[in-house]
């Protein structure tokens, strides 16, 4: 029977958290549910998508929160980063893709439909 430690944070507290003895961390930050993931090529960052219509990038070095990303009008379905890293792009409910750059927290590219 695995045993989970309950770690109780404050309710803005965005970070990984390794519930147990194995590589399976919860993502806490989110006020939705998160539907994607997406791991850089050099394994040091990890994008979520989520209900919540925000995109977090998250070290996966710290286990902490480095930016939120708004844009989205409705719930982002999927992130994916590109093949050199410092790129993404998303999609959404609200009808979109959107390309962005790591370190801008508002998209460069809208792609509507």
Request: net charge negative.
């Amino acid at each position: 029977m695995e045993v989970k430690q309950e770690i109780i944070l404050p309710k803005e507290a965005e970070v990984l958290i390794n519930a147990s003895d194995t590589d399976e961390y919860e993502l806490v930050g989110h006020t939705g549910p998160v539907f994607s993931v997406a791991i850089s090529v050099d394994d040091k960052h990890l994008l979520s998508g989520s209900y919540d219509n925000t995109i977090r990038r998250w070290s996966l070095q710290t286990k902490g929160i480095l930016m939120i990303y708004y844009g989205h009008n409705f719930p982002v379905w999927d992130v994916k980063f590109a093949p050199l890293g410092s790129y993404f792009a998303s999609c959404s409910a609200d009808r979109t893709a959107k390309l962005w750059i790591l370190k801008n927290s508002s998209p460069i590219r809208i792609f509507a439909g």
